[in-house]
């Protein structure tokens, strides 16, 4: 008797529970959600085309050299690469002395060796990009209670990477009339900042691209708001996946030799069985 009103007890919250997620099914097929500020004015990132993209793409060092000018005079300042050391940047065309004056000019975390207290140092191209902030308590205090990200892998976080890098950079605008007017308490708070790229409408960061010139291009390049956030888009795709070309260049050569080993096995598969055809029907005979 117990055990039939354990199985009937079973039997009743499995119906129950079978009930419920019909109904939300159901509710949610029939009864769409209510449309919110985030929902109506999110823009999907505008595409961006680089060098690199593509199965024979390759990386454009010039634009990675530009892409970096912009890091390490704009984003730096709040943002790090963690997982990026100076002598990365030979990849991009610098050659060790350029490497070790670049390391030099930021200032690495250190121990002072006659006392072994915490103090810095001038780089060494061994070295990794430092923290601009040495906690995320100080992260907040100067970054309106947000802490930057990391960018190391920026664009394989985040869906279309480097489109939304691009967008995100190009995108901050004032809040448009429409959705004040659509909803009247999605007003951007203070200190933030209204960019329809970002999932919801309002960042704490501040535009950092806000004026042609504002980095010097030592190749020459016009430096505009929109050249600059590409530029950077296409470093921080180096930054993400920095074996990119070398991948590529051994991946064609590992797709041919396997296309060759299975034409040889085919063929070496129709020799091998085609005797042992041509031997039964010899025996059938």
Avoid at 11 to 17: D, Q, Y
Wanted: aromatic residues 10%; contains cysteine; hydrophobic residues 40%.
């Amino acid at each position: 008797m117990t055990r039939i009103l354990g199985i009937l007890v079973g039997l009743f919250f499995c119906f129950a529970l079978s009930v419920s997620l019909f109904k939300g099914v159901y509710a949610a097929a029939t009864d769409p959600a209510a449309p919110t500020a985030e929902s109506v004015f999110h823009k999907h990132p505008r595409e961006l085309s680089l060098a690199s993209d593509g199965a024979f793409g390759r990386f454009d060092k010039r634009q990675l050299q530009r892409g970096f000018q912009v890091y390490k005079e704009v984003c730096s300042a709040c943002h790090s690469l963690r997982l990026v050391a100076f002598r990365d940047l030979k990849a991009l065309g610098y050659n060790d002395d350029e490497v070790k004056a670049i390391a030099k000019g930021f200032q690495v975390p250190g121990l002072d060796p006659a006392t072994g207290e915490v103090n810095t140092r001038p780089g060494l191209a061994t070295d990794y990009f430092p923290k601009p902030f040495a906690n995320d308590i100080a992260a907040r205090a100067a970054n309106n209670n947000a802490v930057p990200p990391d960018l190391s892998l920026m664009t394989k976080a985040r869906e279309d990477g480097q489109s939304y890098v691009y967008s995100l950079l190009t995108g901050f605008q004032p809040q448009p009339a429409a959705l004040l007017k659509q909803f009247p308490d999605a007003k951007t708070p203070p200190n933030l900042h209204y960019n329809p790229y970002f999932p919801n409408l309002n960042l704490a960061m501040a535009p950092p691209l806000t004026a042609e010139g504002q980095v010097g291009y030592k190749d020459g390049t016009k430096a505009t708001v929109d050249q600059m956030a590409q530029d950077v888009a296409a470093f921080l795709v180096w930054t993400a996946e920095p074996k990119l070309d070398k991948r590529k260049q051994t991946g064609w050569p590992v797709l041919g030799f396997l296309l060759f080993a299975t034409v040889l096995a085919y063929l070496s598969k129709k020799q091998i069985w085609a005797g042992k055809h041509d031997a039964g029907e010899a025996s059938a005979m």
